[in-house]
């Protein structure tokens, strides 16, 4: 086949223990997802479903990376997430099933221009310009879920110029992983290749031109990032 102009390159992240990409078709996220985070946003998490927004898949920035400080904002935070890596897809996946559709997980950090967010919604606008900017979702090497099974628990962190500003645990998250695929492919037809960052704990904050951030997930992996 040959098209008009030249095919965009496949967005794609390497595997640990590996020299094979992961190729990456979207990126999911879950709004909301740690109790304290929902709490600090202003928000009361006992009376939320999960809800959920989408990130183009060309966003993403690799391990070993730097994070460009976008344009239009001066106000960027940091939100570090358990990210899961999907092999299989479906629509309507059983929760208990649900499993068995991942191929891994990785450390992911959503980007977002907080400042541009907040006033999309104050406007009742969509959140795109906020969330789904160029090089807004960070992620590490995907580590296979045959090389460390399924976390429910761990710890989650984030440094900045190693300073803590995010520390949880995964098992603070309010819907758990087989719930949100279980939720989610209600709403999409899943596809291999999907990833879904899961929520962030509370501490989200500014990230600067000149930092150093390092985000850590206990048993999944490691991310460090320059922000420029």
């Known amino acids: 086949m040959s098209y008009v102009i030249p095919a965009p390159e496949q967005p794609s992240l390497p595997v640990t223990s590996s020299d094979q990409m992961f190729p990456v078709h979207r990126i999911y996220c879950v709004g909301r997802n740690y109790a304290d985070h929902a709490r600090e946003m202003g928000h009361n998490p006992d009376q939320e479903p999960p809800f959920f927004f989408l990130k183009p898949a060309d966003v993403l920035v690799g391990p070993n990376e730097d994070f460009p400080y976008p344009g239009l904002s001066r106000d960027v935070h940091h939100e570090v997430e358990l990210v899961v890596a999907l092999a299989r897809g479906g629509g309507d996946i059983p929760e208990a099933s649900a499993l068995e559709h991942i191929y891994g997980y990785a450390v ?3 980007m977002t ?32 879920a045959s090389a460390m099974g399924h976390p429910n ?22 819907w758990k992983v087989p719930q949100i695929i279980a939720k989610l492919s209600a709403l999409f037809t899943l596809r291999p290749g999907d990833l879904i960052f899961t929520g962030t704990p509370a501490g989200v904050g500014p990230v600067n031109p000149g ?8 048993g999944v992996g490691e991310l460090a990032l320059f922000c420029r």
């Open 108 to 110: 992911g950090i959503d």
């Open 113 to 144: 221009r907080r400042d541009l967010q907040n006033e999309a919604k104050k406007l009742g606008r969509p959140w795109d310009s906020g969330k789904a900017f160029d090089f807004s979702a960070p992620c590490s090497a995907i580590k296979p």
């Open 211 to 218: 930092e150093h951030i390092q985000a850590e997930i206990a």
């Open 153 to 174: 628990n761990g710890r989650i962190q984030l440094k900045i110029d190693a300073e803590i500003r995010q520390e949880s645990d995964l098992d603070h998250m309010i």
